[in-house]
């Protein structure tokens, strides 16, 4: 499987602020999918990140407050825009294993808010 | 639309004793199911999964899960815990093979008792 890391592996953030999130895959894949998970919930995707054109946001996920790049089959990032206490959560990146069954995820990025 | 239901947030077992966590699934079409465990402060790791053909499915660490469509269930099982098996794990589910979105249940908490 793809080995995918993310940087930073956790942040502490003044709300009102933004982070930027990266994930790195070590081979190209081409579905990459970006999730959240708050504290003690399960894992909900935000968007699915294309390459070379806009994200595709699920219900309750904006452009505006996630906005996502992909520049190419092996790197995309995730923004945490104007950030308040309720964005606290671990984000975590994934990406379809070659098989084209199931995917496979990052360590994740623990952001807390305050 | 696909849905996940976990029984139990948490499980609580003695070590050499059998391990059972259940998942049921809604799905219009043909799903397929994984099983991802999450350790403590790290990212999700993929256990077995189900897409199509034979309905028991082994994985790692000497899990497997069987998928029994009469019952919509996929229902993970151990024959014997071990102290290292003490995680979270998320059943999810997904209508093509995992290159779209999962839809995860809510997780159960494993606890493992000397």
């Known amino acids: 499987s793809a080995v995918i890391s993310q940087k930073p592996s956790r942040d502490i953030c003044q709300r009102g602020t933004s982070l930027t999130i990266q994930c790195q895959v070590d081979?190209?894949?081409?579905?990459m999918f970006w999730y959240r998970q708050q504290p003690g919930q399960s894992l909900t995707l935000i968007a699915t990140?294309?390459?070379?054109?806009?994200?595709?946001?699920e219900s309750g996920f904006v452009i505006d407050k996630f906005p996502i790049s992909r520049p190419n089959l092996t790197f995309s990032t995730l923004t945490v825009s104007n950030m308040s206490p309720e964005d606290s959560s671990i984000y975590l990146c994934?990406?379809?294993?070659?098989?084209?069954?199931?995917?496979?995820f990052g360590p994740g990025t623990r952001l807390t808010v305050t | 639309a696909q849905s996940v239901t976990q029984l139990g947030s948490h499980v609580s077992v003695s070590e050499g004793a059998l391990v059972l966590l259940r998942c049921n699934y809604s799905?219009?079409?043909?799903?397929?199911l994984f099983w991802y465990v999450q350790y403590p402060n790290q990212g999700l790791q993929l256990l077995l999964k189900?897409?199509?053909?034979?309905?028991l499915v082994k994985g790692i660490n000497g899990f497997e899960a069987e998928f029994k469509k009469s019952e919509t269930s996929f229902h993970l099982t151990k024959p014997s815990a071990h102290m290292s098996d003490a995680a979270e794990y998320f059943c999810a589910v997904s209508p093509q093979g995992g290159s779209e979105k999962l839809v995860f249940g809510k997780g159960t908490k494993l606890t493992v008792n000397p």
């Open positions: 189900y897409t199509t053909g034979a309905t």
């Open positions: 990140a294309n390459q070379g054109s806009e994200a595709t946001y």
């Open positions: 799905s219009s079409v043909p799903p397929y």
């Open positions: 081979s190209q894949v081409t579905m």
């Open positions: 994934s990406v379809v294993g070659t098989s084209g069954l199931g995917q496979y």
